[in-house]
Each structure stands twice: as C-alpha cells, then as structure tokens.
Nanobody, 114 residues
C-alpha cells in the first residue's frame, strides 16, 4: 500500500525552527518528485516546496525562500522540510505529496505563536 506519513510538527515561537519528515512506503520513492504543501485555516492548500527525484532541483514558494529547505534521503525513503525563522503566518497543517499519483499524507500541524 502506498503511503506517506508526516511527523515533526508542533508548537514553536516566532523565529524558531522545526524539521518535518515524511516517510514513504509502498512505491519506488527514489524515482518520484516529492513536495510539501500547507493549508492554513480558511485558506486554500498551497505549495511550499518541491524536490526532484534525485534531489538536485528544488523549488520554493516566494514566502518561504531563504527560510525553508527541502531535502530527501532516498536510502531512507524520506523527504524533509527544514523550517527556520518561523513566522505566525507559517501556521498551518503541512502535507507531504507525491504528484505522480496524487498521493497525500495525513498532515502535521505547525503552530507558530508567542
């Protein structure tokens, strides 16, 4: 069964950092482009970052460039999102996504607040 499981969310103060992880199973992870999306209350789900299957190409939403870093470990079937200098507007449920099969994880909540 193809599956994505996120972890690492939580509560953090503005300026803090978190690292999200997404463990993939049931498919050839190393051959798939992967992405992170987020959805804040009352807003549409939006792309945060994406990474090519080999990890050499990354893309970021304008609002997170320079603060977030997407990476992957194909030996561990895991994609990461390192988030730094977090702002209250980063508060959202963060989802891992496999575009080729429209496969979503269950999401992990990130709350940035003082």
């Amino acid at each position: 069964q193809e599956r994505l499981v996120e972890s690492g969310g939580g509560f953090v103060q503005p300026g803090g950092s978190l690292r999200l992880s997404c463990a993939a199973s049931g498919f050839a992870f190393r051959l798939n482009r992967m992405a992170w999306y987020r959805q804040a209350p009352g807003k549409e789900r939006e792309l945060v970052a994406a990474i090519s299957y080999g990890g050499s190409t990354t893309d970021y939403a304008d609002g997170v460039k320079g603060r977030f870093t997407i990476s992957r470990d194909n030996a561990r079937n895991t994609v990461y999102l390192q988030m730094s200098s977090l702002k209250p507007e980063d508060t959202a449920v963060y989802y891992c996504y496999r575009p080729s099969r429209d496969l979503w994880g269950q999401g992990t909540q990130v709350t940035v607040s003082s």
